[in-house]
Every structure is written in C-alpha cells, then in structure tokens.
C-alpha cells in the first residue's frame, strides 16, 4: 500500500517537473505560461508587421474610416453593464472589445502591441425577454456604440487616439486627448493604454512576457494583503 502511494507521489513529481521544464524559464508563473502556449497561433508567430490591408485607413483631413470588418476580427471579451464611474445610464448593455488579427498575433508573440493596431468597442443592449430565454440576458441587435482605439505612433502625440463611431459609419474625427477616454485608459489600463485586464487570453501572456503597465501593477499591488 504505502510503495504504491509512494509511487504515485512520484509520478506525479515527475509530471510537474516536466510541466516546469517546458515553461519559460524564470517566468512568474507557470499557468500563466500555459495560458500562453494556449492561445499562441502556430504559423503567425513571425509576423510581425501590420499588413497595410488591416491598417488603419485615414481620409485626407485626418478623420479615421471604419475597419468595415471588424466583426470578422479576434474577440478579446464581452463585459456586460461595467461601470467606472458613478451612476449608471439605466440601460443594460454588453460590450464586446476585437482587435485586427495580425496585432492580436503579435501580441500573442510579444505582449505588446505593434503600430497599426486598432481595437474595436462595440455596445449592445441587453435584452431578457425574446425567443425560448427565460433567464439572463443576451445581446439584442441594437447598435448603442461603436469606438475605435488606434496605435499609430507616427501620427499621434501620445501614439494612440480615440475615435467614435457612435454617429454611423462615416469617418470619425478623432476624440480630442483632453476627453476622459485617455486619462482612463493610461492610468488604469494594464498594456499600453488597454484594458489588457478584462482580456482573459490576453493577461497571461502580458504577465509572462514582463509588459504589464507600473500603474497596473501598482493598482494590483495594492491589493494584495
Ligand atoms: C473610467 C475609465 C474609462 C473611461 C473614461 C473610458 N474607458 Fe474605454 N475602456 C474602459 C474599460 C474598463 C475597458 C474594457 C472594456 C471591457 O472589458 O469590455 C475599456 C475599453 C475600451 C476600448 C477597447 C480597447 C481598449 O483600449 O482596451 C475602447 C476602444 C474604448 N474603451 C474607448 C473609449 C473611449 C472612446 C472613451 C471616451 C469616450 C473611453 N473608452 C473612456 C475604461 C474607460
């Protein structure tokens, strides 16, 4: 009895040391690593610039037009009737956050995000009464919001720039930087200005790959007994 647990004891020793053994070395933790390999993409991870097929695309006076398909791009996460701040509007709303699939790879690949990238924010009411539902809450058609955050180090000051395109699918002028959207989002945001925090693919790879923002960690920190 006791030879066979002590067996068993080893095996699994030796299963953990190979787990250990295939995670980066001196990395902070191994699920995190795990959840790395997870969501890495085989075949992409070399890519590393944007093509100029999902770059962003500007009229000539500077305004963004929309990436018409941003609906065929990665989905990072769907939160439902977040708040920041004080009240909330009384509407029920789901956001769903994409992101152009070759910065999502380098991402994947580095934990950062390269120039080009753009992130989309689309809102949608949330509805509880349709078809055979009876509990919770799923996304009615309804459009309530579309947003678009854009890396683009060459053209903005503080590389990134947000544009609404809660009015239609013209090209958005961008938000000016003394709105709200950017004090936010650069002290509160995990990576570069993103709330990498509310992507769960996404946070690992961020911790392993050391890219998480002193803010954030700071915030994290803080929490901690
Ligand atoms: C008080 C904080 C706060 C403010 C102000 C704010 N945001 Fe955000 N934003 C968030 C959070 C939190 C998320 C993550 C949403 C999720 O997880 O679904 C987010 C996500 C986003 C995203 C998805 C990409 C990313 O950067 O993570 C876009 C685009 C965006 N916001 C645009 C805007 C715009 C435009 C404004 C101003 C009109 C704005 N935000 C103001 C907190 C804020």
Same mark, same amino acid.
């Given at each position: 009895m006791r030879w066979v647990s002590t067996f068993r004891l080893l095996v699994v020793w030796a299963l953990l040391l190979v787990a250990v053994g295939v995670t980066d070395a001196g990395s902070p933790g191994s699920v995190a690593s795990a959840a790395a390999a997870e969501w890495s993409t085989d075949g992409?991870?070399?890519?590393?610039?944007?093509?100029t097929e999902s770059a962003p695309v500007?009229? =000539?006076d500077g305004r963004?037009? #929309?990436?018409?398909?941003?609906?065929?791009?990665?989905?990072l996460s769907s939160g439902i009737d977040m708040s920041y701040g004080a009240a909330m509007?009384?509407?029920s709303m789901f956001?769903?956050?994409?992101?152009?699939?070759?910065?999502?790879?380098?991402?994947v690949r580095t934990g950062r995000w390269p120039d080009g990238t753009s992130l989309v924010l689309e809102v949608r009411g949330a509805a509880e009464k349709g078809s055979i539902n009876k509990?919770?809450?799923?996304? =009615?058609?309804?459009?309530?919001? #579309?947003?678009v955050h854009v890396k683009d180090t060459k053209r903005f000051q503080g590389d990134w720039a947000f544009f609404s395109f809660s009015q239609g699918p013209g090209a958005a002028k961008m938000i000016p930087?003394?709105?709200?959207?950017?004090?936010?989002?650069?002290q509160h945001a995990a990576v570069d200005t993103t709330f990498v925090q509310f992507y769960p693919t996404l946070l690992g790879i961020a911790t392993v790959k050391g890219t998480l923002s002193p803010a954030y960690r700071a915030e994290e920190g803080g929490k901690k007994p």
């Open positions: 992409a991870q070399r890519t590393a610039t944007i093509s500007y009229e =000539s963004l037009k #929309l990436p018409g398909n941003y609906r065929e791009w990665i989905f509007t009384g509407h956001d769903n956050v994409f992101v152009e699939p070759t910065a999502y790879r380098e991402f509990h919770g809450k799923f996304q =009615s058609g309804e459009l309530m919001g #579309l947003e930087t003394t709105a709200e959207c950017y004090s936010c989002h650069q």
